[in-house]
């Protein structure tokens, strides 16, 4: 007779063991995202190299390509031939007043010359005022040509400035050729291939940084009091063997605007309800996977819960063990 006691005893333990499994354990749910980001074009051509694959880890300023840029270059050696050419039509100024100079200093000799002879009463003063005017006619000579060129020259750099400005505009389209990765993370999407014709914004492929992952969950209003930015959580996955992993995280965004509740949720009840969105961050070795589920319990509260439930399962096992042992033998 005791033996059937302690089997209907264990048989109520195993169902209440059962029901407390099938209890709400989390306070909210949701699905893993990453910050995603599309890689575009900023050139038309022919993909000559794209050595990338899906699930690749790419680092930042990483050179994975590069687009056909053979006619950019030619038009730049166009452009380079002619801001030669041009420099080759400036005037040697130096050069070219070096003889008006010369004939300068030729006649300044001679003056002090003749002035020397004045004094001495050798030669007459129309000889010196004759060398003096000479010499000012030759200075305004220089500072005429002087002019002439510089203005020429001048004029030959502003003709030179727009060709450089667009040999700086093809060496920048001709960076924009080379496919640099911008950001470090983990190749998601492919859109193009090698050989295919590329055009200035087409996708080319699309990355994120998984090693951090956020977990995006729903909240009802009256929630709204237990969560604050930078409050550390308790999130929970399926480990794969029927049981679940527990890491912590952190809340970095909460909504200040209520939704409808997704219509991932399969009640039409439930989806009619208004919710608010917060961002969970954690760091990722790997195992969270995007658009993976996990459920979050608030640290604050969960030990609360974990000791009411504790205390609900003493209370119920005593209530059932009394039950059991004092039914009358002849009851049984």
Avoid at 17 to 32: I, M, Q, V
Wanted: with cysteine.
């Amino acid at each position: 007779m005791r033996k059937i006691i302690e089997i209907i005893v264990f048989t109520g333990f195993v169902l209440f063991a059962l029901s407390c499994k099938n209890e709400k354990t989390f306070d909210a749910s949701g699905s893993f995202e990453a910050v995603e980001v599309i890689i575009s074009a900023e050139a038309s051509g022919v993909l000559k190299a794209f050595d990338i694959e899906e699930s690749q880890i790419l680092q930042t300023g990483q050179l994975i390509g590069y687009i056909d840029s053979t006619q950019l270059y030619l038009k730049k050696k166009q452009l380079e031939t002619q801001i030669a050419a041009l420099l080759a039509k400036k005037p040697n100024i130096p050069v070219q007043l070096s003889v008006l100079y010369e004939q300068l200093k030729t006649a300044e000799t001679e003056q002090q010359r003749v002035s020397s002879l004045v004094k001495s009463e050798a030669a007459t003063t129309k000889q010196l005022d004759d060398i003096n005017a000479q010499i000012e006619i030759i200075k305004k000579q220089i500072d005429a040509q002087k002019s002439t060129l510089y203005i020429s020259s001048e004029g030959i750099n502003k003709d030179i400035l727009p060709l450089q400005v667009q040999v700086e505009q093809l060496n920048d389209q001709l960076l924009k050729c080379k496919i640099i990765n911008p950001i470090k993370g983990t190749v998601l999407t492919k859109y193009a291939e090698q050989n295919e014709m590329a055009v200035t914004g087409k996708a080319l492929y699309k990355i994120a940084d998984l090693s951090t992952i956020i977990l995006r969950v729903y909240i009802s209003s009256n929630q709204l009091a237990q969560v604050k930015l930078n409050q550390k959580v308790k999130v929970h996955t399926d480990d794969g063997s029927g049981g679940f992993s527990e890491k912590e995280g952190t809340i970095t965004w909460i909504s200040d605007k209520a939704e409808f509740t997704p219509k991932t949720i399969q009640t039409k009840e439930e989806r009619a309800n208004m919710v608010y969105a917060i961002k969970i961050t954690m760091p990722n070795d790997g195992v969270y996977k995007i658009g993976m589920y996990g459920e979050v319990v608030f640290i604050r509260e969960a030990s609360l819960l974990s000791l009411q439930r504790r205390e609900v399962k003493k209370k119920k096992l005593k209530s059932d063990i009394d039950f059991f042992i004092l039914i009358p033998d002849t009851q049984i």
